[in-house]
């Protein structure tokens, strides 16, 4: 079974900037999308970037121009790197990735919090 490490989260000032990570433990084939999502404290989970098959990348308006999605696939790693931090962003990250063989599968990391403090 895949497992996942996300790392990178932690608290920072606003206006600072993190890099997300999540490392699967192997490749996994036929990825058609992968996404982070963030959790704020009580409220639903959301999309806040994502590359889907391999080459468009979507940003939540809330993070566009402030965030990065970017994948090293020799590393079987995706990042976020989010810049100008601000309060509004402190959330749990989770990177989901979806795969299309040998049958449609989908994987979430385990979660990571991130802390703005204002």
């Known amino acids: 079974q895949v497992q996942f490490v996300e790392s990178g989260g932690g608290l920072v000032q606003a206006g600072g900037s993190l890099r997300l990570s999540c490392a699967a433990s192997?490749?996994?084939?036929?990825?058609?999308?992968m996404g982070w999502y963030r959790r704020p404290a009580g409220k639903q989970r959301d999309l806040v970037a994502a590359?889907?098959?391999?080459?468009?990348?979507t940003y939540a308006d809330s993070v566009k121009g402030r965030s990065t999605i970017s994948t090293d696939n020799a590393k079987n790693t995706m990042f976020l790197q989010m810049d100008s931090l601000k309060p509004d962003d402190t959330a749990v990250y989770f990177c989901n990735i979806r795969s299309s063989y040998p049958r449609n599968r989908e994987y979430w990391g385990q979660g990571i919090q991130v802390t703005v403090s204002s």
């Open positions: 590359i889907r098959n391999g080459d468009t990348t």
């Open positions: 192997e490749v996994i084939p036929s990825i058609y999308f």
